[in-house]
């Protein structure tokens, strides 16, 4: 069976043009990027390199990338780096964050530190003014995704970056879900803190990296060589560094040409269920271009992922992160509310690299004729 892989917010394929460069990196770079001799400089090269890619890719200043192991460690070092670093107690957050932010969060509530975690409409928007209204004197952190990966509802992070703009709180925004798919300016967005994930833009899993701004602390999580400018300890990984910058610098030259697809292909989704009859909405508004989070009326969504799977095509009721766990979806929670259907129709199906046209029309073809289907049991 051919599958149709329509899960691209939860990983991604890597490109074969990354996988080339990791490769090559793996046979060829093997060096320590921090030894002196000539082996190591090599390795040093290739790394300052990447760094400086990346760096432009988001408006930054090369010394502010700091080389993670992907979107829950620079996730987590923005938030208990702050932390450690600031007098005050507290943190302001949404109640849609990926849970590498919320568990973070309540970790440091269980340390003694009060959270206040922002609601959000139906549409699963946080509203800047109610983080003003939060602000406290002691607010050290707020930490408010750019792009949510479950219903893709485009945060207000540009408008809450003015905002914060000029206070002593760190705005950290997790930009894991669009980086890549998004133009992103640091100085546009006002953010001091900013994660990303090589896997989700068809890079190579176990690398990314946090934007940290010029002049914002952060104590280390981790303790050992002096590397990352004495940020994060570890010898870094060169060939899988440089395959993220070559998955970044691919996305750069396609992102317009994509986001037209990927609407494209929402249309198609959209128009086939219609033209089926099949009863459905579509959750969240300003989505990311990448993401169609549907409410099909009549369905349970676990029966239903698995007769798309069996018909071959792969997709998601909301995060990968959390894909064990018998809990519902807490965005779609703070969303409808607990009782709401919406929590137990809403199927997440997410577009990126090696899709056609066919395929989609293929998919969206076998998902109304299944929705239509269990709809009736």
């Known amino acids: ?38 082996t190591g400089r090599e390795a040093r090269k290739v790394l300052d390199e990447s760094r400086s890619l990346l760096a432009k890719s988001i408006n930054a200043d090369d010394p502010e990338i700091i080389f993670t192991s992907g979107g829950t460690e620079a996730d987590n070092l923005a938030i208990f780096g702050t932390a450690l670093k600031r007098e005050g107690r507290h943190i302001i957050t949404s109640q849609i964050e990926h849970h590498a932010v919320l568990h973070a969060c309540q970790k440091l509530e269980r340390d003694g530190y009060e959270v206040t975690y922002l609601p959000v409409g139906s549409d699963g928007l946080v509203k800047a003014d109610d983080v003003k209204k939060a602000l406290r004197d002691d607010t050290i952190l707020v930490t408010v995704m750019l792009g949510n990966n479950e219903v893709g509802s485009m945060q207000p992070i540009a408008e809450i970056g003015a905002i914060l703009e000029g206070t002593e709180t760190v705005f950290h925004t997790d930009a894991v879900q669009a980086y890549g798919v998004l133009p992103i300016d640091v100085e546009e967005l006002k953010v001091d803190l900013l994660s990303v994930s090589a896997h989700k833009l068809n890079g190579p899993k176990g690398v990314g990296f946090l ?57 198609i989704f959209k128009g086939t269920l219609n033209e089926a009859g099949v009863d459905y909405k579509e959750n969240g508004s300003n989505q990311l271009p990448h993401i169609l989070n549907l409410s099909i009326k009549g369905i349970e969504i676990e029966s239903f992922l698995v007769n798309l799977d069996i018909a071959g095509i792969s997709a998601s009721s909301g995060s990968a992160c959390t894909a064990g766990s018998i809990d519902p979806s807490h965005v779609l929670v703070a969303m409808y509310g607990e009782q709401a259907d919406e929590i137990r129709n809403s199927i997440r199906f ?23 289907r269990l709809a009736l049991k």
């Open 1 to 38: 069976m051919n599958r149709i892989y329509l899960d691209h917010a939860a990983t991604s394929p890597m490109h074969p043009e990354v996988v080339e460069t990791f490769s090559k990196r793996l046979a060829e770079i093997f060096g320590n990027p921090s030894s002196i001799h000539g």
């Open 211 to 267: 934007y940290q701004r010029k002049g914002v602390s952060l104590a280390p999580l981790s303790y050992g060589g002096e590397q990352e400018r004495k940020r994060r300890a570890g010898t870094e990984n060169v060939p899988a560094i440089s395959a993220f910058a070559k998955a970044v610098s691919l996305s750069l030259q396609t992102m317009e040409q994509k986001a037209a697809d990927y609407q494209q292909y929402k249309e």
């Open 350 to 372: 997410s577009f990126g690299y090696g899709l056609t046209l066919e395929q989609v029309q293929q998919a969206a073809e076998k998902t109304a004729q299944i929705s239509k």
